[in-house]
C-alpha cells in the first residue's frame, strides 16, 4: 500500500514561487508513475504534470510549462514540484498522486491508484 504525503503549500504573491513535496511510504517508487494535480473550488481536478521513475519521462500540462518543474529523489522516496512565476490562476488544493508503471505516463486523474491529502496553494494579485 502506497501512502503519499504532499507538503509545502502557503500563501504567496504573485511572481512568486513555492516548492512541493511528496513523500511515498510503502513500496519504492522505482515502478511508479507519480502525477501532480490541482483543483480550485468549482472546478474540475486538472492535471499539472507526471513524471516515471523508470524512465524520467516527464509531461507538463501547457498552463504551467516553462513555469513549473517536477523532479524526484529515489534517496528520499519524494517527488518535487517546484512552482515559479505563480500566478492567481495558480491557486488551487494540489494533490500528488502514484500508479504503477505500465509503460506509459498517464495524464488522466482516475488512472491513478494512489492519492496524497492535499496541500493548498494560494497565489495573490
Known amino acids: 500500500q502506497v501512502q503519499l504525503v504532499e507538503s509545502g503549500g502557503g500563501l504567496v504573491q504573485a511572481g512568486g514561487s513555492l516548492r512541493l513535496s511528496c513523500a511515498a511510504s510503502g513500496p519504492t517508487f522505482s515502478n511508479y508513475v507519480t502525477g501532480w494535480y490541482r483543483q480550485a473550488p468549482g472546478k474540475e481536478r486538472e492535471f499539472v504534470a507526471a513524471?516515471?521513475?523508470?524512465?524520467?519521462?516527464?509531461y507538463y500540462a501547457d498552463s504551467v510549462k516553462g513555469r513549473f518543474t517536477v523532479s524526484r529523489d529515489n534517496a528520499k522516496n519524494t517527488v518535487y514540484l517546484q512552482m515559479n512565476s505563480l500566478k492567481p490562476d495558480d491557486t488551487a488544493l494540489y494533490y500528488c498522486a502514484a500508479r504503477p508503471y505500465d509503460g506509459s505516463v498517464r495524464r488522466r486523474w482516475a488512472d491513478y491508484d494512489y492519492w496524497g491529502q492535499g496541500t493548498q496553494v494560494s497565489v495573490s494579485s
Open positions: 513524471i516515471s521513475w523508470r524512465t524520467g519521462t516527464i
